[in-house]
């Protein structure tokens, strides 16, 4: 569903020119398109994401009293106290219940039903049957709209008494969704939707009428939401929760002369500044003004901003004050005396230290800090809360097992497994980089002092550095067209965009059958031959070319390894090697007769075996090495590549600002060093691809295993291949 937002801006116009009295402030407000919808159905929602076996009881308080007279601010003192009349929810979910309705958080549930009913269950039964609009409480069975329980009854009774003889096949048949509500009771096969405007008095006719055929099991019994008629005359919804950029644009620049405001008058003592401001600063009668600051009043304002909010009886609430209209008090803060320690303390630590924001322990990134995600996560901690209090633990013991630092579990404060990815001798050359920070021109105006790190960026940001600190490895199947697309579209686009990463590949190749003709092997050993012999502008040329053909379906018949066969046999008949020489044959490259090529291939096979990289122990995607930290190559995985670009450069920034290293210290043995593991096993190393297994230990399930799934517990007999065939083998 398209939430579409109008932005009203209100404000009073007014020409200012220098010296002149100021403006009144702007106010925004953000109006939803569609009509506000009823607020009782909103807190049903709510209720439902906290308990939804409490969704109906708060049904039925609706049906018994009259809401739909009464205000947005009645109904929801109302249904606040039926909550806790009703102990329909606990108190701390009754808390984020309130904070979801201050954000109307669930109102585009309550829409999206209506969206539904208007957009596709009405037209999809217009296209079969007669449709009564003027029904607004009414029940479809199949492909028919019921408006009355005896209607409902009587086609039930038909079913019952005749079975399908008599009955019309339905042509549009109900199903559940997501996000429907169902009533829980004996299971049938029998699918009724009860399309409602709960507030209508029909609905508690219908609602228990169907309650009792569900309770003796006779069907199924799902409640969504339908319009009211009434909704037309309602206003749309006010959005809370978004931020709001007011840009103004003029073509006309205003210069005011703000020359005397850099030669001010000294600040005032603390004393004669908090006798005079006091408690005055945020009252609620100081007009809105907003006076201009001179150029070096505007660096300490941070620091005179943190003075006061530290200073004050109510913290947050000064916080708050000062987060939501800076302006107002800016030139006020600019009066507060600088403490030159506190000033001195601000500046040696913010250098050291990262903004984290944490629930229950829990990190949050930048992109999950706002309002409906904060909102969503308070809904998840609050129902594992619940249910540790459910296992007997109290609130304040729950909490504590989140809040444990020495958890096990807990990974968030631990660096990620990381693998050596540096050649050894035997390895020499197997890693084929194609760019080189320190060395290639198109990096040549990047900063060659690694300090600039530790300066603080906007978040996302990339520090154009002149040394290779992050390094992004790409493991890939070169017989594959797909690994050939992310070659060109991420590894060359990123090297062609000038991001800060140094660029490699490896191609995985049989390591344990290095002298096979398997097509990865061959594809291989033609990269690194292409890569010796020819320029790279001319064989990416030529690689783009007879991808871009293969994927038209010139060769569908033939595999890519046979294409890309083909089109060497022509392209080596007017294309020269860069140094002027005749280039190889297919058959010399992967029979390797060539002496540096056989020597290359053996280093590249060392490497592999010890990282087992191959076409049998890496996903069909492939994998990429961020500083050894291995990601796989699935959907969306370029988000987790800057995320860990960023966790790399700020490890090192924070190295260099503990002076662990220093402009001169080899970066590469600082991120590799003793935290890289020097070997991978793809079945030792847990990944999204090769989880971890927990297993049950009881003695059934233990039992089921041994005889079932763990195959290497026992092994066949001598007579026989079967492997269900067993013998007992110890596990010890």
């Known amino acids: 569903m398209r939430i579409i937002g109008r932005l009203l801006v209100v404000s009073s116009a007014a020409v200012c020119m220098a010296g002149a009295v100021s403006t009144p402030p702007i106010r925004t407000q953000l109006l939803s398109n569609f009509p506000a919808p009823p607020m009782a159905l909103e807190i049903a929602e709510s209720i439902a994401a906290y308990n939804q076996s409490s969704f109906f009881p708060f049904i039925e308080r609706l049906t018994h009293e009259a809401l739909s007279e009464q205000s947005d601010g009645d109904t929801y003192a109302q249904a606040t106290k039926w909550i806790k009349e009703d102990q329909l929810l606990s108190a701390s979910s009754l808390s984020l ?29 217009q296209s079969v049957r007669d449709f009564d609009t ?13 408006c009355s329980t005896g209607a409902l009854q ?5 079913e019952t008494f005749y079975g399908t003889t008599y009955i019309e096949e339905a042509r549009v048949e109900p199903h559940r969704l997501p996000f429907d509500h169902v009533y829980s009771a004996k299971d049938s096969d029998k699918l009724v939707v009860l399309y409602a405007d709960i507030l209508a008095p029909e609905f508690s006719e219908f609602h228990q009428y169907l309650k009792q055929l569900a309770d003796a099991g006779s069907i199924q019994y799902i409640l969504r939401y339908g319009p009211s008629n009434a909704r037309n005359e309602q206003k749309p919804l006010e959005l809370v929760g978004y931020g709001v950029e007011l840009a103004l644009k003029s073509t006309e620049y205003k210069v005011i ?50 003075q006061m909010i530290l200073a004050a009886e109510d913290k947050l609430n000064v916080l708050k004050q000062l987060a939501q209209d800076l302006p107002r008090y800016a030139h006020l803060l600019s009066e507060v005396p600088v403490n030159s320690t506190f000033a001195d303390e601000i500046g040696s630590t913010s250098s050291r230290i990262r903004d984290v924001f944490t629930i229950n322990g829990m990190k949050l990134s930048d992109d999950h800090v706002n309002p409906f995600y904060i909102m969503d996560h308070l809904r998840k901690e609050n129902a594992i809360i619940d249910g ?13 097992l989140l809040l444990h630092l020495d958890s096990k579990d807990d990974k968030q404060n631990e660096m990620p497994l990381s ?30 002092d690694i300090n600039i790190l530790q300066w603080m960026k906007a978040p996302g940001m990339m520090q154009p550095v002149r040394r290779n600190i992050v390094q992004a490895i790409f493991a890939l199947d070169l017989s594959t067209t797909e690994s050939w697309i992310t070659i060109f579209e991420d590894v060359v686009g990123i090297v062609e965009h000038g991001m800060p990463m140094q660029m490699g590949l490896v191609p995985l190749i049989d390591y344990l059958a290095s002298d096979s003709d398997s097509d990865a092997n061959q594809m291989a050993k033609f990269m690194l031959y292409l890569r010796r012999a020819f320029k790279r502008r001319v064989w990416q040329s030529f690689m783009k070319r007879t991808l871009i053909g293969h994927l038209r379906g010139q060769s569908k018949s033939k595999s890519f390894v046979s294409t890309v066969h083909a089109a060497y046999a022509e392209f080596v008949k007017v294309q020269q090697t860069k140094d002027q020489e005749q280039p190889l044959q297919w058959d010399e490259i992967t029979n390797t007769k060539d002496k540096w090529l056989s020597t290359r291939w053996q280093s590249m096979t060392e490497f592999c075996k010890r990282l087992d990289l191959s076409p049998q122990t890496v996903p069909t995607s492939g994998l990429v090495f961020i500083n050894g930290v291995q990601l796989q190559l699935k959907d969306g995985y370029q988000q987790h590549l800057l995320k860990e670009y960023h966790t790399q450069t700020w490890h090192v920034a924070n190295a260099l600002r503990n002076n662990v290293i220093d402009e001169n210290s080899d970066i590469t043995e600082f991120v590799y060093g003793d935290r890289a593991v020097s070997s991978r096993s793809a079945m030792v190393f847990a990944s999204d691809e090769m989880p971890l297994r927990m297993v ?12 079932s799934e763990i195959e290497y517990l026992s092994y066949p007999s001598r007579n026989t291949t079967d492997l269900s065939s067993d013998e007992a083998v110890s596990i010890w």
């Not at 401001?277 to 007009?287: T, W």
């Open 696 to 707: 049950d230990l009881s003695a059934e399930a233990t039992q089921e295993w041994m005889d």
């Open 388 to 400: 540790l209090q459910t296992a007997g633990l109290s609130q304040s013991q729950a909490l504590d």
């Open 419 to 448: 693998f050596d990815m540096r050649e050894r001798p035997t390895e020499q050359k197997s890693v084929l980089w194609l760019n080189d920070l320190e060395k290639d021109r198109r990096y040549a105006g990047y900063a060659a």
């Open 257 to 306: 002369d703000d020359r005397d405001l850099n030669h001010e008058s000294q600040p005032r003592s603390a004393e004669k500044f908090h006798e005079q401001m006091g408690s005055k600063l945020f009252a609620s009668e100081v007009e809105p003004t907003v006076k201009g600051l001179g150029e070096k009043q505007l660096p300490s304002l941070g620091i005179q901003a943190a």
């Open 97 to 125: 219940l309130r904070l979801d309705m201050s954000a109307h958080v669930f109102a585009p549930a309550v829409v999206a039903q209506f969206q539904l009913y208007n957009e596709t269950i009405v037209p999809e039964i």
């Open 134 to 146: 003027s029904c607004m409480v009414w029940a479809q069975y199949k492909d028919k709209q019921l």
């Open 154 to 158: 009587q086609l039930l009774d038909s």
